[in-house]
């Protein structure tokens, strides 16, 4: 059988056994959120031997020549030493600068990195509280703010949004890795009707991304629609209103599950240009994608993000 290392302690493993799975089981508290391949949480770096990889492609050359895996893709055939990521030695460090409730579910995270952050809207980072780990999307924008914000749903409890509600400015996390995601502003949109649709802390990219829309004029129509559990879970429906009284191309939608039938029902086009930005959950994405196609919006002019549950 297989032997697996980390640091000075080895054990045999069953071969063909899942790498997240052995490490957890035996004592290494690898942290994972989708099981997918997605949030990227389980990361570690294979120092002597190589597991079967069922996801090559989800890490960059540069990552897999330095022998980063993600765990969960990986299984065990062979004698295999790894280190698991260190947030302490491997990640950022930044403080928390602001903490504050959007609504009575949404919690705003503000972090300022130790040193800068090149990152752009709509990008994801695994943030690192202790040992407990989990990907957001950034909701700040590079060019105007100084901090990273991130929208965090409470409203289930998880061990990171758990550990999130005890923090207070001032206190040390860690940052994680820096993923490219599907969602970002492109300036060949210019022109083209540009359409975010977003269910709960979606909204959070896709609010970063209408900021870097706006601040390269945008000329096109910009229409906003947010999908809440209720009314007041629009947790930024005022900071949008706002933005809709200055700016004539931009529209806010506020929805709710009761309206949903209806107003997606009501979706039309009034361009086969417009351009659609989609995030939030599975079932939310997937709805609004259905009936974007059944519109006639061509698949090449659809981004969407949708935030894996835990797995």
């Not at 995601?181 to 209408?210: K, N, Q, S």
Request: charge should be neutral.
């Amino acid at each position: 059988m297989p032997e697996l290392r980390v640091g000075e302690r080895r054990w045999s493993v069953a071969p063909g056994s899942n790498l997240l799975d052995a490490l957890n089981s035996n004592g290494e508290a690898v942290p994972y959120s989708c099981r997918a391949g997605s949030c990227h949480a389980c990361l570690v770096q294979c120092l002597q031997g190589q597991p079967s990889d069922t996801r090559p492609d989800a890490l960059s050359p540069e990552q897999r020549q330095q022998g980063w895996r993600l765990a969960c893709q990986c299984q065990v055939v062979e004698d295999l030493q790894v280190h698991t990521f260190d947030p302490q030695h491997d990640g950022r460090p930044a403080e928390v600068s602001a903490i504050d409730w959007l609504s009575a579910h949404v919690l705003r995270l503000r972090l300022v990195p130790q040193r800068p952050l090149r990152y752009s809207a709509g990008q994801h980072l695994v943030l690192w509280a202790g040992q407990v780990a989990r990907p957001y999307s950034l909701a700040s924008l590079p060019q105007e703010d100084r901090f990273l914000e991130f929208h965090i749903d409470c409203r289930q409890p998880g061990a990171f949004s758990d550990a999130a509600r005890l923090l207070q400015i001032g206190d040390s996390i860690r940052l994680g890795e820096l993923r490219g995601g599907a969602l970002h502003y492109d300036a060949d949109w210019h022109e083209r009707p540009l359409w975010l649709l977003a269910a709960g802390t979606g909204l959070g990219p896709l609010f970063g991304i209408l900021r870097e829309a706006l601040l390269q004029d945008h000329q096109g129509s910009i229409r906003v629609i947010h999908l809440a559990h209720d009314p007041s879970e629009h947790y930024l429906a005022k900071p949008l209103q706002a933005m809709a009284a200055t700016r004539a191309n931009l529209s806010i939608e506020l929805w709710t599950p009761a309206d949903l039938p209806t107003t997606l029902a009501q979706l039309r086009l009034i361009s086969r240009q417009t351009q659609a930005l989609l995030c939030g959950g599975p079932d939310s994405v997937d709805a609004f994608a259905r009936r974007l196609y059944l519109a006639g919006l061509p698949r090449n002019q659809l981004l969407a993000d949708a935030f894996l549950p835990r797995g």
